[in-house]
């Protein structure tokens, strides 16, 4: 009967030992903060073919092969890309981290359904007007007194 009461009272110190031990609260537990991947960065500005997915707020939808992607490529100082309708070219100056401003935008003159000529002519338009630019994510937006007019996504 010792030999029991002992073992017994080696269990019951065990026991009240192991609960004791220092466990952080739930609340101190869930704040921790916990390694993660870090965020991708953005592809670069230069040398990128950037895709249009909204203009002034409004989607950008292609229905290819009829219709093709709207695009820009920045690089060296030119500009390019598809406006729309017809190949686009200019100019653009940037101080490289967030002001951007494009001249002497110019395009073919090819002829096309009213639907993608008034996007290019919209396009154009605001294009002239930007003068600035941030990533979002994986995304560019260029802007336009700090509110994004265009939003690109870059191609892979």
Known sequence: MLTFFRAFSMLGAALLIAGCAQTPPASQAASTPVASAPATPAPPLFGTTWKL??????TVTRTPPRQRDVTIVFNDGRVSGHSGCNQMMGAYGTNGSSTLMFSQLA????????????LEKQLLKILGTVNGYRFDGQQLLLLKDGVAVARYEALK
């Open 107 to 118: 395009g073919t003159m090819m002829a096309c359904e009213a639907a993608d000529m008034d």
């Open 53 to 58: 997915k909204l203009l002034n707020g409004k």
